[in-house]
């Protein structure tokens, strides 16, 4: 039989016995110039959100990495262009919010007025979430990037690393067939969730690991992510409050 990639490679997430011979090999999307680029998108993100067992079977470790990071870009630009109206809305809400903060605060520190005039000069409606969409997207393969290698330190403490970073990098890319769904209320969190589990069984097969070595690896970013926000959160609470008493 064929090594970790190769033809019969395929390895049990479970690191239980051998299950039935996989064939690794390109994904749809890697097919583009066969299939045509709206087939082989859609086909990818159908595969890797709806049968993430057999499609992260056939992903080969250590395939092109531009060609994942194009796909996740893709679905991010969709999900991002798709959240921009209701993006414009909520800063529209939340800018009249503040307006209504300011007018009732009474006796209100100068620095917190300087704050919320600030905030406001800002917050303008439709072109602020047309700048945090153009920015969100230029920047998505540089987060992508570092996302991946915070990820791949955390494969290497928990043993789960075997076929290198690229190979991270490409289970993280495509495991973000969720963010299409990023921008909606509630749904958004759901999204999320999902594309952590996509990467947990994506570094399972593709790293040739255990599950609960790839879970620990996935998880262990968003639990430190979450503390390091609670600390932070924290700390400008106490400091506002600070603020206000004097």
């Known amino acids: 039989m064929g090594g970790g990639f190769g033809p019969g490679g395929g390895v049990?997430?479970?690191?239980?016995?051998?299950?039935?011979?996989?064939?690794?090999?390109?994904?749809?999307?890697?097919?583009?110039?066969?299939?045509g680029i709206v087939k082989a998108l859609v086909e990818t993100w159908k595969d890797s959100m709806f049968a993430p067992e057999a499609f992260w079977s056939r992903v080969r470790p250590d395939s092109p990495w531009q060609d994942?990071?194009?796909?996740?870009?893709?679905?991010?630009?969709?999900?991002?262009?798709?959240?921009?109206?209701?993006?414009?809305?909520?800063?529209?809400?939340?800018?009249?919010?503040?307006?209504?903060?300011?007018?009732s605060m009474k006796g209100i520190p100068p620095q917190v007025q300087d704050i919320l005039n600030q905030y406001l000069i800002g917050a303008g409606g439709v072109v602020a979430a047309t700048i945090s969409f153009i920015i969100s997207i230029a920047f998505f393969p540089l987060a992508l990037l570092l996302g991946s290698a915070l990820l791949h330190l955390f494969c290497m403490l928990f043993g789960c690393a075997k076929n290198g970073y690229w190979a991270t990098f490409r289970v993280l890319a495509y495991a973000s067939s969720p963010l299409l769904f990023y921008g909606i209320p509630c749904v958004g969190v759901l999204a999320w969730i999902y594309s952590i589990v996509l990467t947990v069984f994506g570094l399972?097969?593709?790293?040739?690991?255990?599950?609960g070595r790839a879970a620990a690896a996935a998880l262990a970013l968003p639990v430190l992510s979450c503390c390091c926000c609670c600390g932070a959160i924290g700390l400008a609470a106490g400091g506002l409050a600070q603020m206000m008493r004097h």
Do not use: H, K, M, N
């Open 12 to 35: 049990p997430p479970s690191g239980g016995p051998p299950g039935p011979p996989t064939v690794r090999g390109p994904t749809p999307w890697e097919r583009r110039a066969e299939l």
């Open 68 to 103: 994942s990071l194009f796909y996740a870009w893709i679905v991010f630009g969709i999900g991002a262009l798709l959240q921009l109206p209701l993006r414009s809305l909520q800063a529209a809400q939340i800018r009249q919010l503040l307006y209504q903060l300011r007018d």
């Open 204 to 211: 399972a097969r593709v790293q040739e690991s255990t599950l």
